[in-house]
């Protein structure tokens, strides 16, 4: 099972500031790599997938970037609404596609 | 637009099986994808569960396969879980969506299922 690993736990940015999250995976995962937004008492949302392409209706201060292990989601200038946990996901390997334990962003 | 919504009861007892169904509606299941269920214990992260397609083909989380069935019903535009020999531990929200290749791009709201006596 590939194990993904994102850092920081929590990010404190202040509206407008830029954001880097990052996620490493424990091997490579190509670009087959997601990136979700949650916020509280709602489903995840996909933001990333293909580890740069934004989904559907995703704000273009929104990027993604990396392939193999290492790889990052860059909020360009924070909005108030950007505010939630973040999750990486692999879907390179699977069964079992994994995710990782979660960013929080928060406002600082 | 496609919709997906879950329901199913949200107090299950120790050592029984946790049943789910998933509506979609705004997309045939019948047309493509596979289709899955993601769950997240409270204050934690993100679980895949399995997915299925509108064959039958099912993969699951080798972690979570020997208690885990997921079924399709292609009439009614819907999907099924069932987790059997539930514990504590099971206890989380648990979310439908379509599986695009493996990533996830329309969920449902997800429904909390809590395992107690």
């Known amino acids: 099972e590939i194990v993904m690993t994102q850092s920081p736990a929590t990010l404190s940015v202040s509206p407008g500031e830029r954001a880097t999250l990052s996620c490493r995976a424990s091997?490579?995962?190509?670009?087959?790599l997601a990136w979700y937004q949650q916020k509280p008492g709602q489903a995840p949302r996909l933001l990333i997938y293909?580890?740069?392409t934004r989904a559907t209706g995703i704000p273009a201060r929104f990027s993604g970037s990396g392939s193999g292990t290492e790889f990052t989601l860059t909020i360009s200038s924070l909005q108030s609404e950007d505010f939630a946990v973040y999750y990486c996901?692999?879907?390179?390997?699977?069964?079992?596609?994994?995710f990782g334990q979660g960013t929080k962003l928060e406002i600082k | 637009q496609v919709q997906l919504q879950e329901s199913g009861p949200g107090l299950v007892k120790p050592s029984e099986t946790l049943s789910l169904t998933c509506t979609v509606s705004g997309y045939s299941i019948s047309s493509g994808y596979y289709w899955g269920w993601i769950r997240q214990p409270p204050g934690k992260g993100l679980e895949w569960i399995g997915s299925i397609y509108h064959s039958g083909s099912t993969y699951y989380n080798p972690s979570l396969k020997s208690r885990v069935t997921i079924s399709v019903d292609t009439s009614k535009n819907q999907f099924s879980l069932k987790l059997s020999s539930v514990t504590a531990a099971d206890t989380a929200v648990y979310y439908c969506?379509?599986?695009?290749?493996?990533?996830?791009?329309?969920w449902g709201q997800g429904t909390l299922v809590t395992v107690s006596s």
């Open positions: 996901q692999q879907y390179n390997n699977w069964p079992p596609n994994t």
């Open positions: 293909g580890a740069s």
């Open positions: 969506a379509r599986d695009w290749g493996g990533k996830f791009d329309y």
């Open positions: 091997q490579s995962v190509s670009s087959n």
